[in-house]
């Protein structure tokens, strides 16, 4: 499996050529990444799938969809909830020892993470947690093999529901654009399309 065939399948026809500075990316979240997830960024670059499932890329405008913003928000929102309830975070958040690290989300509410060990990044697998309810979520495979599974709707997650639409799921291009009036914050963004093209790459 690999982000061209992904790509193929989810009816993106050629890399949107998203580009970012890894340094700076790496060392805003605080780790190297995995190398599939890279090549991800450069095909697709910010968007989601079927308008559902979010996947968060490094150097946009938006803070809701940044990666480093979002592993920021999670430790935000972690500390609230302790603060309101005085309970220890059900899973440990990077950079604690096999801490899990936000990668995306979908429109319920849910995250999908990496849940980072010793092992090299591209070695990491995948985890979920439910926006609702208290039910944990793991796959045994990494950043590329999941969204295979989700785009064919083949996802054992119990949170993630059955495709309503088409089958292979569709991507649907974004900008990473922070929208006036919408939640998150403005960031400087640093990540551009390549070429000089609108970065749409899609039938």
Known sequence: MSIESLARAAELTAPRRYQVDWDRAEAAVGTVLPADYKEYVYW???????????VCVPGVENSNTE???HLAAAHEGARVRARLTGAAPRVPLFPEPGGWLPWGFTTGGDGLYWVTSEDAPDRWTVAGRPGRGSDLA???GGF??????FV???VEMPFIPEA???????FQPGTGAWLEGGAGTR???YGRFGGGGSGQGCQ
């Open 144 to 149: 590329t093999a999941f969204l295979h599974t």
């Open 187 to 189: 960031l400087e963004a």
């Open 164 to 170: 309503e639409g088409d089958v292979p799921v569709p």
């Open 152 to 154: 064919r709707d083949t």
């Open 138 to 140: 793991f796959f045994d």
């Open 44 to 54: 697709f670059g910010p968007g989601g799938f079927d308008d559902y499932l979010i």
């Open 67 to 69: 990666l480093a913003a």
